[in-house]
Nanobody
Framework: QVQLVESGGGLVQPGGSLRLSCAASGNIFSINLMGWYRQAPGKQRELVVDITRSGSTNYVDSVKGRFTISRDNAKNTVYLQMNSLKAEDTAVYYC????????????WGQGTQVTVSS
């Protein structure tokens, strides 16, 4: 089992910044890929960005240039720095971990709310 604990969500004005953190614990030796998904009201959950243990990243087009993912393998933690936030970034953000893209089994955090509003 792998446990994922997220932190850092909140309310921010348009153009502002937030930083999310996700700490993994447990049986993490099999985890190569970690990332962030989000789900807005009435919409499907979507991948925001993921990162491999070696640092290879995959961003959704809508956040490129604004969001940055980083990973501290020693701390088993991933971070999502979100800048120039827009109202359409409002969603519940979920941390995700799995062995590889397309893996049949994956782990999820509990989710953290990000609200971008004036």
């Amino acid at each position: 089992q792998v446990q994922l604990v997220e932190s850092g969500g909140g309310l921010v004005q348009p153009g502002g910044s937030l930083r999310l953190s996700c700490a993994a614990s447990g049986n993490i030796f099999s985890i190569n890929l970690m990332g962030w998904y989000r789900q807005a009201p009435g919409k499907q959950r979507e991948l925001v960005v993921d990162i491999t243990r070696s640092g290879s990243t995959n961003y959704v087009d809508s956040v490129k240039g604004r969001f940055t993912i980083s990973r501290d393998n020693a701390k088993n933690t991933v971070y999502l720095q979100m800048n120039s936030l827009k109202a359409e970034d409002t969603a519940v953000y979920y941390c995700n971990a799995k062995s590889h893209r397309g893996a049949a089994f994956e782990y999820w955090g509990q989710g953290t709310q990000v609200t971008v509003s004036s």
